[in-house]
């Protein structure tokens, strides 16, 4: 029983081990209002509007389809924040639009993103510039 017991803790802590992710890690979804409350599933986001800053043009989203398609670019995005981005030129802003508030960051390259006064780093993999770049054409 007491080598049950050891087997259990140990595979508990490597699957909460395992879970987490490094201290100053920041996932970029968790930046983002959600799109609806998880009780009762009705809808926060109302609108997400896609700015391209270089001309002005924007694009907007308001059917729950399109909300959740372009929700999902940004989902799973692991960041690293720091505060230095004098140097990043921001080319995209993407906001977020609930019935009580607006909320944006900007995307400076496909790994590089603006949120407040924070620059945030993608890790491994970043936003579909092709994608957000044919939303303009």
Request: proline share 4%; hydrophobic share 45%.
């Amino acid at each position: 029983m007491k080598k049950f017991a050891l087997l259990l803790a140990l595979l508990l802590a490597a699957l909460f081990l395992s879970a987490c992710d490094a201290p100053g890690v920041t996932v970029l979804d968790e930046l983002m209002p959600p799109l609806t409350e998880k009780a009762t599933g009705y809808a926060v986001t109302t609108e997400i509007r896609i700015t391209k800053l270089t001309t002005g043009e924007s694009v907007s989203f308001t059917e729950p389809a399109d909300l959740n398609s372009v929700h999902m670019r940004f989902e799973g995005i692991k960041c690293i924040r720091d505060k230095k981005f004098d140097d990043i030129q921001p080319l995209y802003n993407v906001a977020f639009f609930t019935a009580t508030s607006a909320d944006s960051f900007d995307v400076c390259t496909s790994t590089d993103f603006i949120y407040g006064e924070y620059h945030y780093d993608a890790m491994r993999s970043g936003v579909d510039f092709v994608w957000l770049e044919s939303l303009f054409n």
